[in-house]
């Protein structure tokens, strides 16, 4: 299986990138997984949030595989555990599925359709993190994920 991580912007902060990058390197060992940016619309601050919304829903329309199993992080989504969310990895991994995509929105979310469109929502946190931070977040969880699932000692219970 493969573990893509879609998300919209690019990364802006250094440690974050750095971050990032280190945890992806480090998954690499366990699973194929890829961290795919999909562009800033163009002369967003000409737009409204909605229009900026609906110009991001196209962009991600696009770059989602039908045949994947999509998830989107939401803040309004069903929350788990680290453990629960290796469970899910591995409950992918065993079905068969050929990818699972993560899906981080941008600055304002996403539209109603893209909501409609994915297989599940989850939240990493009641909290509420930025679009750039979440993707650090995500990817060192899904790392934890996978150690877990190898019964390694990084996750500590």
């Known amino acids: 299986m493969k573990i893509t991580i879609l998300a ?3 990364t802006n902060s250094g440690f974050v990138s750095h971050g990032i990058e280190e945890y992806l390197k480090r998954l690499k060992r366990y699973i194929k997984v890829e961290l795919q940016i999909i562009p800033d619309v163009k002369n967003s601050k000409n737009l409204t949030t909605a229009q900026l919304i609906q110009k991001e829903e196209e962009l991600l329309n696009n ?16 929350e788990y555990t680290s453990i629960e969310l290796s469970t899910l990895i591995e409950s992918k991994m065993i079905s068969g599925a050929k990818e699972l995509i993560f899906v981080i929105g941008g600055a304002y979310g996403v539209s109603d359709t ?16 930025s679009h750039q931070m979440i993707r650090l977040i995500l990817v060192e969880q899904v790392y934890r994920s996978m150690t877990i699932l190898r019964g390694e000692p990084y996750h500590h219970e």
């Open 8 to 10: 919209i912007g690019k």
């Open 63 to 78: 770059a989602l595989s039908k045949d994947a199993h999509t998830i989107l992080l939401d803040e309004r989504g069903k």
């Open 114 to 129: 893209i909501k409609q469109t994915v297989n599940e929502q989850i939240s990493m946190s009641r909290l509420t993190f």
